[in-house]
């Protein structure tokens, strides 16, 4: 390789981060300084394989810049590459533009959205577990990780996962500039530092300096050639904003563009480089993907007041949908025996991955193998969701398609106390855009809503409960996403009572005890906290107020979602929800603590009407 090339590209590409950036006034020039000499040579040195006029191309090797504010160096790579126009380059940033201040996916040549930082590495370790557990293909995983992320649990959740799947085909790509965004990072250009802790956890590494260009090369042909069942990664020892003299190793210039009136010096420092200069990307192997043949489900086989729990009931729907979703995988936190994932594990060794108690990781690994084509069903209980919100908000920014199953939601679960119980889920997830929330009340609406999610396409949640319930419908029944089931009503209904999950039975049960007082009100099942058809509802609950009664705080629940739905109509909204300091007890004496529970609701609506 001629590495004379490879530095004059790198001139080039260092012009176009500074062009770029200061055409935008904003951005990460000296972030993207520092690691040019290592991209360049992962770009143009024959290690990289891909086809940028296809990004979707099963041969290709897939690159990840987990340090997403290095975006001017990601864009003028792909600049260099010909798959971006020097003009363009000059929309970095700007309003419409798909160059945007992070990599997301609106451009097309980015894996996922990045720049929150310590997850790109997890994105990275999912694709390729995806290609070597599920593929069974050669490509290879690279990701850009800076320094100061290695601070981040979610870098080392990955790190030792990656060790444990022997992702032997992940490449890490350490940029060590010593420097953060307020000064030196945890352990400066300690490389050392780095290297013993990677070791540690079983990876092979290879430190370098990251601008000598022989010793990039050198170190990209010994992580391609390595045979050893460990993933690898490159410490590069660099120098922030390299290149342009001034700004060299200094602090005070994170996130900061080269001012217009300097701009000329950085340029003329850099030197000159031929403008139709541009770089050759190996082409991607050979490879083809075969649709895998589906076959449609068979129905459930439930009876009416058969007890079964949610949880186990979404298990069982996982299997029952497997043939006719062949991408599908199920990703489990140590918890699969209690989420009932393990019961697709059991049926479908191959497509269940364990990620251990790292939900930040399982979480990002799952978008990695989202955007490698695969349907990750993600589940553990409600509550260790929140942990992961991060991963979650950033995923949807990556167009992935993603189902979550939390279950052991709401104080019912009893004993275990408030460590456990999921409060807060739903409201993380509603706050999600265009997510869907599922909550069924029991095994027929659960199996058919884990259908129905597989099919969506985008972030779905579906809300599971420890206990065991009545079976409510008929195997027939159909559950649309947006929808909702009136299962008590008549012409004499003085209020609705609304709820979701195990409140559905709650509210079943008040029915009976007002019908014994001659109060008639009507139920519905809300199966789909969102979407909401509010003009629907207003319609089948517009006889009296309504009331709603969830298992889960009130902030962002499902009263709330009700009051948002109905705001333009004259409907009274009353909310029955987890409102105190929840604690241990029995699932009955929680729900009556909390005023959630049937004897409750037939006391609100004795108090109302």
């Not at 126009?85 to 309003?95: C, G, I, M, N, V």
């Not at 709650?506 to 029915?511: C, G, R, S």
């Not at 007002?514 to 099942?525: A, E």
Request: hydrophobic share 40%.
């Amino acid at each position: 390789m001629d590495t004379n090339r490879l530095s004059t590209l790198a001139r080039l590409i260092r012009r176009n981060i500074l062009i770029s950036s200061t055409t935008a006034g904003s951005g990460h020039p000296t972030s993207s300084l520092s690691a040019t000499d290592l991209m360049t040579g992962l770009f143009f040195g024959s290690i990289l394989r891909f086809d940028p006029s296809r990004p979707g191309h099963p041969g290709n090797d897939r690159v990840i810049f987990s340090k997403g504010h290095a975006s001017p160096l990601f864009y003028a790579l792909w600049a260099a590459a010909g798959a971006i126009q020097d003009e363009e380059l000059k929309t970095f940033r700007a309003f419409g533009s798909p160059l945007e201040g992070h990599p997301t996916a609106r451009f097309p040549l980015a894996e996922a959205a990045t720049g929150s930082l310590g997850q790109g590495l997890s994105i990275g370790a999912g694709m390729a577990l995806c290609a070597k557990y599920l593929e069974n293909a050669p490509t290879r995983t690279y990701v850009l990780l800076g320094d100061s992320e290695m601070a981040e649990g979610s870098v080392w959740e990955a790190i030792q996962l990656a060790v444990h799947y022997k992702l032997n085909n992940l490449i890490a790509i350490l940029d060590v500039n010593r420097l953060g965004q307020r000064g030196e990072t945890m352990y400066g250009h300690n490389v050392t530092a780095y290297d013993e802790r990677v070791r540690a956890f079983g990876w092979e590494t290879c430190v370098i300096d990251g601008h000598d260009m022989d010793s990039i090369l050198n170190a990209y042909a010994r992580a391609t050639a390595h045979t050893a069942k460990v993933p690898f990664m490159i410490i590069a020892k660099t120098i922030k904003g390299k290149g342009v003299p001034f700004a060299e190793d200094l602090n005070g210039w994170h996130g900061k563009p080269i001012p217009k009136d300097r701009l000329n010096e950085a340029l003329t420092a850099l030197g000159e480089v031929p403008a139709d200069l541009r770089g050759n990307i190996a082409a991607p192997l050979d490879i083809r993907s075969e649709p895998m043949p589906s076959a449609p489900p068979p129905h459930p086989s439930y009876s009416v007041g058969e007890p079964i729990a949610t949880r186990k009931a979404y298990g069982e729907g996982l299997v029952r949908i497997a043939d006719a979703f062949p991408d599908m995988v199920v990703l489990d936190a140590e918890v699969s025996n209690s989420t009932y994932a393990d019961t697709f594990k059991k049926a479908y060794p191959n497509r269940f991955f364990e990620m251990y108690i790292a939900e930040q990781n399982m979480v990002g690994m799952a978008l990695g193998l989202s955007r490698r084509g695969r349907l990750p069903f993600v589940s553990t209980f409600g509550a260790f969701f929140t942990r992961a919100f991060d991963q979650i908000r950033m995923s949807r920014y990556s167009g992935a398609n993603i189902i979550f199953c939390g279950s052991h939601a709401g104080v019912s679960i009893g004993e275990d106390g408030p460590s456990q119980m999921g409060l807060e889920d739903i409201a993380m997830f509603r706050s999600v855009l265009d997510s869907v929330v599922l909550y069924p009340s029991d095994a027929v609406s659960c199996v058919k809503l884990t259908e129905a999610a597989a099919e969506y396409g985008g972030i779905v949640y579906i809300r599971t409960t420890r206990g065991s319930t009545p079976v409510l419908y008929d195997n027939a029944e159909y559950f649309p996403i947006g929808g909702f089931k009136i299962l008590r009503q008549s012409d004499l209904d003085v209020a609705t009572i609304i709820g979701a999950g195990l409140t559905v039975h709650e509210a079943l049960a008040a029915w009976e005890e007002l019908k014994q007082q001659n109060i008639s009100v009507r139920v519905i099942d809300l199966y789909c906290v969102k979407p909401l058809d509010g003009q629907t509802l207003a319609a089948a609950a517009s006889q009296g107020p309504i009331i709603t009664v969830e298992d889960h705080g009130p902030t962002g629940g499902l009263g709330e979602a009700v009051s948002a739905a109905l705001a333009n109509t004259d409907l009274h909204v009353v909310s029955l929800a987890v409102s105190k300091m929840p604690m241990s007890g029995t699932p009955d004496e929680l729900l009556n603590y909390e005023t959630i529970s049937r004897t409750s609701i037939v006391k609100k609506v004795q108090e109302i009407v």
